[in-house]
């Protein structure tokens, strides 16, 4: 027999620690029985479909309509989950009647489609698969935790108990295939999930789930009350959630009748500049362009998604002309419009805004900017002799918008409310694109073309005229049973 010296000895020791971790498996595994027989046990393992209905609340801070504002809109949504066919479906009506906005898409046991009810039309989806489908719902689902976790049991972990509303809580955490790493706090006495977490980035941050009022359909359970709050802010609330258990219809995964397949989109996977006339040019990948206008000594800019120095830098070398960028339009305070200001800043600007968003620019581009770095529109703006008009359009998504007009080119440039990513055919108007034309025309401003920060095509004046023809009001699909709760 070989002696031991000290270092291998140590060795041994460290072994066997690390042995006992075979015997924290057993635990988890125990834990693991104990939250799925809460949950319903065979009832639930055995189900052939699932399908939850749930009301609440969702938060909007980055896309209120005042950067002073969270905004609060309500939804109606329901799950349906049909194991024997692995297929899954998701619809939601979310706002009023007034302004409803729709979303559906299914897993149909082979492929993903999305459903687009503005323009009553299908197209495939590869991203939508069977595994992590809407994945954003079932976070809020504890009982679909249960699931996850009982088929992802060998990556399960337990940490360190507890204290959670006032009492000792298991913490196990697990990861699912498509899913980031998921911690569950579990009560002691019912098995029930209090609540789960998970990472928001990697700086530490939490995305938190607590669940509350906890009911049962034909003995499976389920919490009817979800809060979920994002770095400590909230981002949705579920007012009220139920159960059906093995019943459910095939209609919710088939395309309406009566819709065709969706137009051909452009493909904006790489940056891509044009010049849109002597001097201006659009510049952009994925959703984020600008427009860049040549005024003599240096460019003006709108559209400041993030990445602006690459387009501006892209720009430059496309057209050959390098100027610094000195102004730059911001078209609103919506945060993803905002991830370039920063950007902006570097390069030295002075912002076109409205006086109402002048702190929330501040506070984006992290810098203490002077009020010299701010020029403001007050309903309508005219700079460097009149070449720039920049006019200030309330609608539904924005108190303030601006859409930035060059004159000589007669190219008007907007964010939000009038683009097309598809090849052909005007987009579908709404009342707020009317309201947008009615200014433009009480302003005399004769707009022949509209660049956007959406997409690389630029749309005509005629297409605006035939989006506001198209107009019709959204309203409920027809076999839908969630809008009427
Ligand atoms: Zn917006």
Known sequence: MQLLKPGQLALAYFLTISTSGVYAGESEDKLIDKIVAAYGGDKLLSAKSLNFKEQGKNFLRGQSTSPEKTDILGYSASLNIDYENKRKSFRQASGSNALIFLKEQFFDGEKGYQIDHIDKSVSIDASVKYDNFANFFSYKVDTILVQMINQAR????????????????????????????????????????????????????????????????????YASNTYYTSQGLPVSMTTSRSLVINNQSDAVYQTPKGYGASKDEIDSAKMNVKKLADGVYHAGQGWGFSIFVDMGEYFVASGSYHQLTQRFTAMKAYSGIDKPLKYQVVTHHHQDHQRGLKEAAKLGVKFITVQQHVAKIREQTQQALGDDRFLLVDGLGSFFENRLQVIDVETSHSQHNLIS???????????????????????????????????????????????????PRLLSADDLQQAILQMQPVSCPLGWDICSQ
């Open 154 to 221: 060998d990556s399960a972990a337990l940490k360190e108990q507890v204290l959670y509303r006032g009492k000792v809580h298991h913490k196990i955490s697990f990861k699912s295939k498509g899913y980031p790493e998921l911690t569950l706090f579990i009560d002691p006495t019912s098995g029930l999930i209090s609540q789960m977490t998970r990472a928001y980035n990697q700086t530490g941050k939490l995305r938190v789930y607590e669940f509350s009022n906890y009911k049962q359909q034909d003995a499976v359970y």
């Open 405 to 455: 007009y060059f004159r000589e080119t007669k190219i008007a440039f907007s964010a939000d409310h009038f683009y097309s990513r598809q090849k052909s055919g005007a987009p579908k108007g709404d009342p707020d694109l009317k309201r947008i034309r009615d200014k433009l025309a009480a302003h005399h401003l004769d707009v022949d073309h509209f660049a956007a920060a959406h997409s």
